[in-house]
Structures are given as C-alpha cells and as structure tokens.
C-alpha cells in the first residue's frame, strides 16, 4: 500500500466526525462536539490514560503469540516509513472520527458494550479461527469499553484524548521496532 493512499484512509477516517453529526439529525455543534469541556482536566487524564494503556498493550503483546496477530498491520506500519507528523495525523483522525461516530451516535442506539464489541469486530480483532487474534482483540476491547462508559461522566474529549494517544502510542512503536529488532 503507498504512503498517500493509507493517509487518505485516515482522512476518510476523520470524515466519520461529519458522518455522526449528521445521523444524529445535525445538532448544535457546539453542545454535540461538548466543546465547554474541550479544555477539561479530564481531556488530559483521556490523553494519560490512553498513553498508559498504550504502553501496557506494548507490554502484553510482546508476551506469547498476540505479537503475530497483528503482524500484518506492523508490517504495513513499518512499510510506510510514516513520520511522527504522518503517525500523529493518523492517530487524530481515527480518534476524533471513531470516537464522534462511535460514542456520539452508535452508542446512542446501543448499549455501551454492544457499542464496543461492534467496534472491535469491525477492526478485525474478534475471530473465531485465531484465538491470537481474538486475544489480542479481548485485550483492545477492554479498552474501548473503559472508554465508552467514560462518556458520560467524563465527557467525549476524554474518549477522544484517550484514543488518539493510545493509536499514538502503538503507531510509533510499531513503526520504529523493525529498526531494533
């Protein structure tokens, strides 16, 4: 896949923001996107959070066979040759897009544990004929759904926050491990 080409995805990623405002009937901007909370304390200890479980996820996927079920994806990672600019581009829009999508208008319809399983099975992560995998995906689920029961008493930035450094996070190492192995 060519660098331009993964950059678009991330784009077409960010387009889901659009997409959640608009099947939620396109409310007040500003009271839907919580821009009051924007500036939290909360949006920092999203960004922390997401570090931390980033770093923990680093740690149990080099333990036992989870390194190999996503192998595919470091490859590409690494294949890229991506800049810490293109890995913190990636990581925002796959947070801010994911997350208004996800949190602001699926988990609207849906409880937040279904929200969340249906999250992670359409990353890839649920599969039934690689238990590798399916760990792995058991192991992201208890993030995301750490993340969808903090929406309402934490606010969306926090969810927002927490996902782009988390993505940040494993984007980078994945990128640079090729270099250290």
């Known amino acids: 896949m060519k660098k331009s080409k993964f950059l678009l995805l991330g784009l077409l990623t960010l387009l889901m923001a659009p997409l959640g405002w608009g ?25 922390e959070f997401g570090f931390v479980v980033g770093f923990i996820m680093i740690l149990l996927t080099n333990i036992g066979s989870e390194s190999a079920s996503i192998s595919a994806q470091i490859t590409i990672i690494q294949s890229l040759q991506l800049t810490v600019v293109e890995l913190l581009f990636l990581s925002i829009c796959a947070g801010f897009g994911e997350e208004i999508l996800f949190r602001l208008f699926i988990q609207q319809w849906f409880h937040p544990l279904i929200a969340a399983v249906f999250f992670v099975a359409i990353h890839g992560y649920i599969n039934p004929k690689d238990w590798s995998t399916t760990k792995y995906g058991l192991m992201v689920l208890l993030f995301i759904i750490a993340i969808s029961y903090a929406l309402k008493p934490l606010g969306i930035w926090f969810c927002i926050f927490a996902h782009i450094s988390y993505d940040f996070v494993l984007f980078y190492y994945w990128s640079k491990i090729a270099r250290f192995l």
Do not use: A, E, K, R
Request: hydrophobic fraction near 50%; charge should be negative.
């Open 23 to 47: 099947l939620s009937g396109f409310p007040n901007l500003s009271t839907f996107l919580q821009l009051d909370n924007f500036t939290s304390v909360w949006s920092l200890i999203g960004l």
